[in-house]
């Protein structure tokens, strides 16, 4: 069974500080995807990492891919109170159907 | 297009009654997904399906069923209720892009569903 591991299972901080979120496995993946969740809602994709030491940026958001395609990361530079929400990660293997999805982290950005 | 929709929003229902949830996308997507997502928690695969007449289990399958018979719907079925089952309910489908997939999905807005 291929498991994720998210990191820190919540965190609170204030507006403009930065911080940064930690998504682990033993296991290889040959694609990792983030999501956003706000209260209420369902998930919403961010961005899909597939290549080992790729890195990508989606505004004030940077998101990188390990080298040997075991972790990721999630960096949200000068954070704002509508980055608030649960941030999850998920990884999947070419040809097996599904994804495995992490547990996530909670983030609540105040004013 | 709608994208993915769930119906119903809302359920309560008795121990022991049954229930099937509809989900239903416009994508043409070939994978479908039933998540459920308790408090502080995130995300269990119930069950899924790779193309239409297909169905798997997921992490969590017991107490439910789950039939694909149209690519653009797939139904989750609870034939005995019970308040373990209590939980936000998410369906979520996926495409291939030719010889690669990374299997992005696309989310419902959830079934909130409180068995008492």
């Known amino acids: 069974t291929q498991l994720l591991e998210q990191s820190p299972q919540f965190l609170s901080i204030q507006e403009g500080e930065n911080l940064t979120v930690y998504c682990n496995s033993s296991?290889?993946?040959?694609?990792l995807q983030w999501y956003r969740q706000e209260p209420g809602e369902g998930p919403v994709l961010l961005v899909t990492?597939?290549?080992?030491?790729e890195v990508k940026k989606l505004k004030r958001l940077t998101f990188q891919f390990g080298d040997a395609r075991k972790d990721s990361s999630l960096h949200i530079t000068a954070a704002q109170p509508g980055d608030t929400g649960l941030y999850l990660c998920?990884?999947?293997?070419?040809?097996?159907?599904?994804?495995?999805f992490g547990d996530g982290t909670t983030l609540t950005v105040k004013p | 297009n709608a994208g993915v929709t769930q119906t119903p929003k809302f359920r309560v229902l008795k121990t022991g009654q049954s229930m099937t949830l509809l989900c239903a996308q416009d994508?043409?997507?070939?994978?479908m997904y039933w998540y459920r997502q308790d408090p502080g928690m995130g995300l269990r695969l119930i069950h899924y399906?790779?193309?239409?007449?297909?169905?798997a289990k997921g992490e969590v399958p017991d107490g439910y069923n789950v039939s694909r018979l149209k690519k653009q719907n797939f139904l989750l079925g609870l034939e005995s209720a019970a308040p373990s089952q209590t939980s936000v309910y998410f369906c979520?489908?996926?495409?291939?892009?030719?010889?690669?997939?990374?299997?992005?999905?696309?989310f419902g807005p959830g079934t909130r569903l409180t068995v008492l």
């Open positions: 979520a489908s996926s495409y291939s892009r030719g010889y690669r997939w990374f299997n992005e999905q696309f």
């Open positions: 296991s290889v993946f040959s694609s």
């Open positions: 990492v597939v290549t080992g030491g």
């Open positions: 998920a990884g999947s293997n070419t040809n097996a159907g599904k994804s495995t």
């Open positions: 994508m043409n997507h070939e994978y």
């Open positions: 399906s790779v193309g239409e007449g297909t169905t």
